[in-house]
C-alpha cells in the first residue's frame, strides 16, 4: 500500500495514510499487526471487502453523511503552470482582493519551513485552538502535529498586518515523494469590525497564492485545498467550497476515507475465548447496540453461534427492532442466569455499572467491558 504514511506512538500507535492508491483487505489485516488503529485518509480505490470484515467498526472520515465506497473530493492547483497561469484561474473577486491585499494593505507573509522552532509551533497551536473554540470545533491533534514536524512534512504560512498582528494562520502537510501540499489547516479570529474582517477575508485569499509561489520554487506540482464538499445539506461546507472555487484548479476525486480502532476489536475477540463457558451457558444480553454493540452481535453469532437473549441500547430503544431499555433489566429476577455484555469504553461502563438497573449484576460479577482489555474495565 503506498501512499503519505507516518506513525503516532504514544499510548496507542496510529499509522496515518494519505493518497494511497489502493488498499486492500490484505492491506489492512498486515497493518493490524502493528498498529492499535490505522487511518485511511483520501484514497484513490478501497477493497469493498474491508467493509464485509470491518463494517460496523468502520468510522467515515468525511462525516455520517457518506458511507464506505462513496466518491469524495478535493481540489487541486497545477503548481507547474506559470504564476501568471495560476493567478488567472482565481475568479475576478479573488484577483482583486489577492492584488489589494499584496499592494494596498501592507500585509507581511511569513513561511516556516521545514524547520519550525518551537516558538513558532507553539504560536500556531495557540493561534487554531483559539480560533476552534470559538467555533465550537474540536482543537488540534497534537500527537499528529508534531510527528508531521518531526518528518519535516508541516508547514506554516502567516499573514500579519503593518502592526504585525496575525491575520490568519494557515497550515499544510508537505509530502516529498509525491510533490504536493495539501492544506491542513485555516485560522483566523473573529473581529467585529467590518473593515478589519473584510482585511482578513483578503489576507486568507492572499496567503494561499503566495504559498503556491513559494512552493512552486521550492519544486512542488500540485497544492491540494484539502477537501471539497459536493453536497447540498450541510451549508458551512458549501460555503467552503464556494469559496475553493475561487482558486480555480481541478476537482479531484478519491472515495471516503476511514478509522479503524484494531485494539477494541482486538479486545473483543480475546475478551470472548476468557468468557466463551459464561457465555454459551448463560443468557447473553448486549447492552449498547451503536456499531460495536452490531460487530459484538455478528461475532457472537459467527464464532459462537449464539443469539444474544436481549439487546439494550436507551437511545436506540425500539420495540420493533427488539431493542430495549434497560428498565428490562428489572424484570430478570435470578442474576446468576444472565451475563451483560457491555460495549462502551471504560467511562461509561463504570457510569452503567452504578446504576440501579445494571448494578445488581454487576455486584455478582456478571458484566464485562468487551472492548477494554481489563474486562473489569480497569485497564
Same mark, same amino acid.
Given at each position: 500500500?503506498?501512499?503519505?504514511?507516518?506513525? =503516532? %506512538?504514544? *499510548?496507542?500507535?496510529?499509522? #496515518?495514510?494519505? !493518497?494511497?492508491?489502493?488498499?486492500?483487505?490484505? @492491506? $489492512?489485516? =498486515? %497493518?493490524? *499487526?502493528?498498529?492499535?488503529? #490505522?487511518?485511511? !485518509?483520501?484514497?484513490?480505490?478501497?477493497?469493498? @471487502? $474491508?467493509?464485509? %470484515?470491518?463494517?460496523?467498526?468502520?468510522? #467515515?472520515?468525511?462525516?455520517?453523511?457518506?458511507?464506505?465506497?462513496?466518491?469524495?473530493?478535493?481540489?487541486?492547483?497545477?503548481?507547474?503552470?506559470?504564476?501568471?497561469?495560476?493567478?488567472?484561474?482565481?475568479?475576478?473577486?479573488?484577483?482583486?482582493?489577492?492584488?489589494?491585499?499584496?499592494?494596498?494593505?501592507?500585509?507581511?507573509?511569513?513561511?516556516?519551513?521545514?524547520?519550525?522552532?518551537?516558538?513558532?509551533?507553539?504560536?500556531?497551536?495557540?493561534?487554531?485552538?483559539?480560533?476552534?473554540?470559538?467555533?465550537?470545533?474540536?482543537?488540534?491533534?497534537?500527537?499528529?502535529?508534531?510527528?508531521?514536524?518531526?518528518?519535516?512534512?508541516?508547514?506554516?504560512?502567516?499573514?500579519?498586518?503593518?502592526?504585525?498582528?496575525?491575520?490568519?494562520?494557515?497550515?499544510?502537510?508537505?509530502?516529498?515523494?509525491?510533490?504536493?501540499?495539501?492544506?491542513?489547516?485555516?485560522?483566523?479570529?473573529?473581529?467585529?469590525?467590518?473593515?478589519?474582517?473584510?482585511?482578513?477575508?483578503?489576507?486568507?485569499?492572499?496567503?494561499?497564492?503566495?504559498?503556491?509561489?513559494?512552493?512552486?520554487?521550492?519544486?512542488?506540482?500540485?497544492?491540494?485545498?484539502?477537501?471539497?464538499?459536493?453536497?447540498?445539506?450541510?451549508?458551512?461546507?458549501?460555503?467552503?467550497?464556494?469559496?475553493?472555487?475561487?482558486?480555480?484548479?481541478?476537482?479531484?476525486?478519491?472515495?471516503?476515507?476511514?478509522?479503524?480502532?484494531?485494539?477494541?476489536?482486538?479486545?473483543?475477540?480475546?475478551?470472548?475465548?476468557?468468557?466463551?463457558?459464561?457465555?454459551?451457558?448463560?443468557?447473553?444480553?448486549?447492552?449498547?447496540?451503536?456499531?460495536?454493540?452490531?460487530?459484538?452481535?455478528?461475532?457472537?453469532?459467527?464464532?459462537?453461534?449464539?443469539?444474544?437473549?436481549?439487546?439494550?441500547?436507551?437511545?436506540?430503544?425500539?420495540?420493533?427492532?427488539?431493542?430495549?431499555?434497560?428498565?428490562?433489566?428489572?424484570?430478570?429476577?435470578?442474576?446468576?442466569?444472565?451475563?451483560?455484555?457491555?460495549?462502551?469504553?471504560?467511562?461509561?461502563?463504570?457510569?452503567?455499572?452504578?446504576?440501579?438497573?445494571?448494578?445488581?449484576?454487576?455486584?455478582?460479577?456478571?458484566?464485562?467491558?468487551?472492548?477494554?482489555?481489563?474486562?473489569?474495565?480497569?485497564?
Amino acid at each position: 500500500m503506498n501512499g503519505f504514511s507516518f506513525q =503516532i %506512538e504514544n *499510548d496507542r500507535k496510529i499509522k #496515518i495514510i494519505y !493518497w494511497a492508491d489502493y488498499v486492500s483487505l490484505e @492491506d $489492512i489485516t =498486515i %497493518e493490524s *499487526d502493528s498498529c492499535d488503529e #490505522i487511518q485511511i !485518509w483520501y484514497p484513490q480505490k478501497v477493497d469493498k @471487502d $474491508i467493509a464485509k %470484515e470491518y463494517g460496523e467498526v468502520l468510522s #467515515i472520515i468525511e462525516g455520517d453523511e457518506y458511507s464506505f465506497g462513496d466518491r469524495t473530493f478535493s481540489k487541486a492547483i497545477n503548481l507547474l503552470q506559470e504564476e501568471e497561469q495560476i493567478f488567472s484561474g482565481f475568479s475576478k473577486t479573488m484577483r482583486y482582493e489577492s492584488r489589494r491585499a499584496g499592494e494596498r494593505d501592507n500585509l507581511s507573509i511569513e513561511f516556516d519551513y521545514p524547520v519550525i522552532e518551537d516558538k513558532k509551533l507553539n504560536e500556531y497551536v495557540e493561534f487554531y485552538n483559539s480560533f476552534a473554540r470559538e467555533k465550537g470545533r474540536a482543537e488540534l491533534y497534537l500527537d499528529k502535529v508534531m510527528v508531521l514536524v518531526e518528518k519535516g512534512a508541516f508547514a506554516i504560512a502567516t499573514a500579519k498586518s503593518d502592526l504585525g498582528e496575525i491575520l490568519v494562520k494557515n497550515a499544510y502537510i508537505v509530502c516529498d515523494d509525491m510533490k504536493m501540499v495539501s492544506h491542513f489547516s485555516s485560522s483566523s479570529l473573529f473581529r467585529s469590525n467590518k473593515e478589519m474582517s473584510q482585511m482578513i477575508g483578503r489576507a486568507n485569499g492572499y496567503l494561499h497564492f503566495s504559498a503556491m509561489k513559494m512552493f512552486k520554487k521550492l519544486g512542488y506540482e500540485t497544492y491540494d485545498l484539502g477537501g471539497y464538499y459536493a453536497g447540498n445539506t450541510d451549508l458551512e461546507r458549501m460555503s467552503i467550497s464556494s469559496y475553493k472555487d475561487k482558486f480555480g484548479g481541478v476537482i479531484t476525486e478519491y472515495e471516503t476515507g476511514f478509522v479503524i480502532s484494531f485494539d477494541q476489536i482486538k479486545n473483543i475477540v480475546n475478551n470472548l475465548k476468557i468468557i466463551e463457558n459464561k457465555i454459551k451457558t448463560d443468557k447473553v444480553v448486549i447492552y449498547g447496540y451503536s456499531s460495536w454493540g452490531k460487530y459484538l452481535h455478528r461475532i457472537l453469532k459467527e464464532k459462537y453461534n449464539i443469539e444474544p437473549f436481549c439487546i439494550i441500547d436507551n437511545k436506540l430503544f425500539s420495540k420493533e427492532d427488539n431493542i430495549e431499555s434497560e428498565e428490562i433489566l428489572k424484570q430478570f429476577n435470578d442474576y446468576d442466569d444472565y451475563y451483560i455484555i457491555i460495549t462502551t469504553l471504560k467511562e461509561n461502563y463504570k457510569k452503567i455499572c452504578e446504576g440501579e438497573c445494571v448494578k445488581p449484576f454487576f455486584n455478582r460479577k456478571r458484566t464485562c467491558c468487551v472492548r477494554e482489555k481489563d474486562l473489569d474495565g480497569d485497564n
